[in-house]
């Protein structure tokens, strides 16, 4: 197939489909007759060239074989358009409009063109010596009405009011570029006398390429309740091929004239320029910030919304219902809530007691947790307005958020573009810090809305796998209390034996020394196993006693249990006056949390090394420091496995549960753990716990380590 006829061919098919989705929805409207009849006549005309078009053969006049039913079309199309375009321009009543066709130019223009038309005529009836007259005067005709279509269609889009220019832009864009083109081919074939025969063969091209376009217009201009309409993606690709067309368009005006080189020289140079023209097309296609750039324009210009809610909904639940529960869960949060806006990434913060926690983070450096503390500002603004703070207008404009203070931490490198809340029934679970998009962008109503609606969905999602998480957990600890049931049972056997043997050992007391040994051991043992039962049961109880304890006593407990193993605990109390720290906690808890971390620090410690534990206090918070300069833990280690229940390194030694009983007690009382190692450096857990009363020094304590 040639190039003119699959060039003319395109443009009927794409005419086509404009003129059924007019029909649709251009019914009953007198504009829409003419809009019908000048799209009918497109498609037959380019319908007729496409089938026509083979070989060399143009068929015009000043070709060599012209073609009087080509002529004709050609003037019939023109004239068709011009009936509408002068339909469109005689329904605006504006002053301007009426000045226009009052101006004495135009009514000569009309009677200048039916000479022309009787010329060219003339010229076609008398055939072969009809070629005493120059072809100038054949191609005159749709010369005149391609100039009168480009006078009408400006002068119709200089008189529509301002306002109302955005519903019919893209079609005085599309027509003035067919338009146009016609003006450049017959502008050339007067001069040269002849009709170029590559730009007649891709004509058919630029007009197929304008159809979208007013299509787009179309669609904004509908009438009725009738809802067809272009997709997103479909105006979307429509543009790209647009872009491209225009950008091959000017590349073959460039190349055609280098043709006016004709030395080796030159086509060597053609070569070369189409091989580089080719390549720079491809890596504009292929660069996710140019299509950035494209999508923003075309969301900006063409379509009346910016998102296709039903499709942004689609996805998001597709990319959120397959999510595994696995350590890359949270980064697919954050980029289901950045792809949207085409956003490179984010970071996300979850709430944990009196903090929120970093669980994830793509693109962007990691950051610190937020607490109350520290970002009481943000995560009180996020919680009472459920605002997505924008943060370049907040560094520009910070009034426009009222009293709302950002710490420096989440400024450094202006790396965060946006805040968003996460809030579910009311509440505040988390905050994502999303990336600056490839291509800047200007946010509006619909992103803000799109965006709360994505944050109300992410938080449902994260208080769905913490509650998951908890299920699980609480079902490891049924099967933990059922094993411990199973212990209870056999120990109270146990202990019924022994209690047995003490009373029949009564029988034994003509030896005095063997009965007073075996009875002290018997009692021994019977109360040694009730301490275990007892500790066992209380294992189940759930509802803690809280009491007030002094701080620096619940630290001399930890250090005098942990006593007979090494290294040796060292008790370190900040220098200088200080407060006696008092904590509304239950005791015992504290005490068995705190020596679950002194206990691993001392089994990762070689007996040389050391284990402190500091007291300090800092913002109203108790602070209890487990250090030491043992093997210390990977980042990934703490990262993944840590904080998991039933998950040790001890092997049969350990059930895996210490840590995780001290986060949990932690969180419960709205306090925080954090924790520094790094493998070969040692490790350090810092409990803060909030204080409840203040008062009084130390005494000669101060500054000691015991």
């Not at 279509?149 to 529509?160: G, M, S, V």
């Not at 040389?608 to 300090?616: A, C, H, P, S, Y």
Request: some cysteine; aromatic content about 10%.
């Amino acid at each position: 197939m040639m190039v003119a006829e699959f060039s003319y061919l395109a443009a009927t098919l794409a005419y086509a489909t404009v003129l059924v989705l007019t029909l649709f929805l251009w019914r009953g409207r007198l504009q829409g007759g003419w809009l019908l009849l000048a799209l009918g006549l497109m498609v037959v005309w380019s319908g007729y060239l496409g089938l026509n078009s083979g070989g060399e053969r143009l068929g015009i006049p000043g070709s060599e074989e012209p073609d009087p039913n080509q002529f004709f079309l050609e003037i019939v199309r023109d004239a068709g358009w011009v009936m509408l375009l002068w339909r469109l321009h005689a329904s605006n009543q504006d002053v301007g409009t009426r000045n226009f066709w009052s101006s004495r130019w135009l009514w000569g223009f009309f009677p200048l063109l039916i000479v022309l038309l009787l010329g060219s005529l003339l010229q076609f009836s008398l055939g072969e010596s009809g070629r005493f007259l120059p072809a100038s005067l054949t191609l005159m005709s749709p010369f005149m009405l391609v100039i009168l279509a480009l006078i009408l269609l400006e002068q119709w889009y200089r008189n529509i009011p301002r306002e109302q220019r955005w519903s019919v832009k893209f079609f005085c864009v599309g027509t003035a570029v067919v338009f146009g083109y016609d003006f450049l081919l017959y502008s050339e074939a007067l001069l040269f006398n002849r009709v170029d025969a590559t730009l007649w063969q891709v004509r058919g091209f630029v007009c197929a390429l304008m159809a979208p376009l007013l299509a787009v217009s179309i669609a904004r201009n509908k009438g009725g309740d009738r809802q067809l309409h272009l997709s997103h993606r479909a105006v979307f690709f429509s543009t790209g091929l647009f872009l491209a067309g225009i950008y091959l368009l000017v590349m073959s005006m460039v190349g055609y004239y280098l043709r006016w080189f004709e030395s080796s020289q030159g086509s060597a140079v053609r070569v070369v320029f189409i091989v580089v023209a080719l390549s720079l097309l491809c890596l504009l296609v292929g660069s996710g910030r140019f299509r950035s750039i494209v999508a923003v324009w075309v969301s900006k210009h063409f379509l009346s919304y910016k998102y296709d809610y039903r499709v942004e909904w689609m996805k998001a639940n597709e990319r959120f219902s397959a999510l595994p529960l696995d350590n890359f869960y949270y980064e697919q949060l954050i980029q289901g809530m950045a792809d949207p806006l085409d956003s490179l990434g984010g970071i996300l913060w979850v709430r944990e007691g009196g903090e929120f926690v970093v669980k994830g983070w793509s693109s962007v450096k990691p950051l610190s947790n937020l607490s109350s503390r520290e970002d009481g500002a943000l995560l009180d603004f996020c919680q009472e307005s459920g605002w997505v703070i924008e943060v370049p207008e907040y560094l520009a404009a910070p009034a426009h958020y009222g009293d709302l203070q950002i710490a420096d931490r989440l400024l450094e490198g202006q790396q965060l573009w946006l805040l968003v809340p996460l809030l579910h029934q009311g509440a505040l679970h988390g905050l994502v810090g999303l990336a600056h998009p490839r291509a800047e962008r200007t946010l509006n109503w619909e992103d803000h809305d799109l965006l709360k609606a994505l944050g109300s969905q992410l938080a449902a999602l994260i208080t769905l796998r913490d509650t998951t998480e908890q299920l699980a957990a609480t079902h490891q600890f049924e099967a933990y209390y059922r094993f411990s049931a199973f212990v209870v049972h056999d120990i109270k056997n146990v202990v019924a034996q022994l209690s047995m043997v003490a009373k029949n050992a009564e029988r034994h007391k003509r030896n005095p020394e063997f009965v007073d040994d075996t009875l002290e051991t018997l009692d021994n043992a019977v109360q040694r196993m009730n301490r275990m039962l007892s500790q066992l049961k209380q294992q189940g109880v759930l509802a803690a006693r809280a009491e007030i304890v002094n701080a620096l006593d619940i630290a001399r407990a930890v250090v005098q249990n942990q006593k007979d193993q090494l290294p040796k605990v060292e008790l370190v109390i900040p220098e200088g006056p200080a407060a006696a720290l008092k904590l509304k906690t239950e005791r015992d808890k504290l005490v068995s949390v705190l020596g679950h971390l002194v206990q691993n620090a001392q089994e990762a410690t070689p007996a040389e090394g050391f284990v402190r534990l500091l007291v300090d206090n800092r913002d109203g918070m108790a602070i209890f420091s487990v250090m030491d300069n043992g093997c210390g833990m990977s980042e990934q280690f703490q990262r993944e496995r840590l904080f998991k229940p039933f998950d040790t390194t001890k092997g049969r030694a350990g059930m895996g549960i210490g840590v995780y009983e001290t986060r949990q007690f932690v969180v419960q009382n709205q306090g925080s753990l954090e924790v520094s190692s790094a493998p070969g450096q040692g490790s350090e857990f810092r409990v803060a716990l909030p204080a409840y009363e203040i008062h009084g020094g130390l005494e000669a304590e101060t500054g000691k380590a015991v």
